[in-house]
């Protein structure tokens, strides 16, 4: 694998890629740039939603807990974080002046922040308001200081990219594991006032992992046997039949999806005006230098995968969007943003890279916030369905280092 880079103008992707070949048939049209259908923009926008989904509400549901916030509360942080989810995948994927990478990106809450953020929740003098604070802060910080983090893309050559998306897509693949297994092997009870680990009796149930293993099967015979748009959407149907089967089997539950109120509106600080203090403020910063940092290894990934030349300005403007993302998060009663490498796992599997299938997601997620019975309804689908679709798409990350590295000329080049 070549790379060349230009001071100042250092790329990756098009000219490491056998993918760009693909939109020869139409040049004036990248395939990252091509607008499809409606109907299969919803239902490949609907996949991406899907995958992202259990992630996504993951954040403001253990924020929420640990700050003992009422049930009511909680539900508002959800549905705060999937309408901002939404609005920071349109800025990113859309693209504005300055703004935004223009590259199939899903944009969720970042876990990164969640030890920090618990940290503060657990300090009374800061609080909600004072995470809400500094992410703001942080947002304002990430907008500033991404010139200067996309300097840093001559230390990614693809070697390095490589190791870097190969140990991403790795240390996914536990996440779906512990999904297929039907949530984490342990969980944490407070027993006089002092926190343990005890067993997860409902981990790792014959039940859980059969249905998991029946999505799996289905999502790689559809990817082997399915033809065109069939193919395309192997994810979704995969997810569609775990569903199905899971509902047949009684392990899946509608009682909150009758309890959901039809429609909500996120409306900005609704707990109240954000407080400023240095000690999170600095802390959440440092936080996002090192999201930042990741999501230079999966732009560059998505570079690989869609054969779109990703140089500095390009990186610039996609960490600009991670920013922008996390000001609008701290805004909206949510958290710091970043993209979602499961979805980029999806890219490879399905093999679509337009960046309007991404667009359709973030309205779908926008949606999704101000309708939380639909919400309710896609999180009623069990994590052991998400288990089966997951073991493919990290497995996908992974396979996308491996196949960086596997083009790098290690005998001859010393600059990889």
Known sequence: MTTQVIPGEATFGEANSGAANSGAANPAVHPVDEVLPAP???????????VMYAGAVAVPLIIGRALKLPPQDVAF???????ACGIATLVQCLGFPGVGIRLPVMMGVTFASVGPMLSMAAAPEIGLLGIYGSVIAAGIFSIIVAPFIS?????????????IIMVIGISLMRVGINWAGGGLPTLTKVIDGVPGSFPNPAYGQAQGLGIALFV???????????????ANVSVLLGIVAGAVLASALGVMHFEKVAAAPWADIVLPFHFGVPQFHLVPIVTMCIVMVVVMIESLGMFLALGDL????????????????????????????TFPYTS????????GVTGVRSRWVTVAGG????????????????????????????????????ATGARILTAVDFKTNTYN
């Open 40 to 50: 299969r923009l919803v239902a490949l926008g609907l996949q991406h939603v899907l």
């Open 77 to 83: 942080l959800i549905s705060a974080d999937l309408f």
């Open 151 to 163: 300097r840093l893309l001559p230390l990614f050559p693809p070697v390095v990219t490589g190791t």
């Open 216 to 230: 799996l099967l289905v999502i790689l015979a559809l990817i082997k046997w399915g033809k065109g748009f069939l």
């Open 306 to 333: 869609t054969g779109k030349t990703i140089d500095r300005d390009a990186l610039t403007k996609g960490l600009r969007a991670d920013g922008v993302g996390t000001l609008i998060g701290g805004i909206f009663n």
């Open 340 to 347: 979602f490498s499961q979805n980029v796992g999806l890219v």
């Open 363 to 398: 309205v779908i997620m926008l949606l999704l916030g101000l309708l939380p019975k639909m919400a309710a309804l896609v999180e009623a689908v069990p994590l052991v369905v998400l288990g089966g679709a997951g073991l493919v798409m990290f497995g996908m990350v992974a």
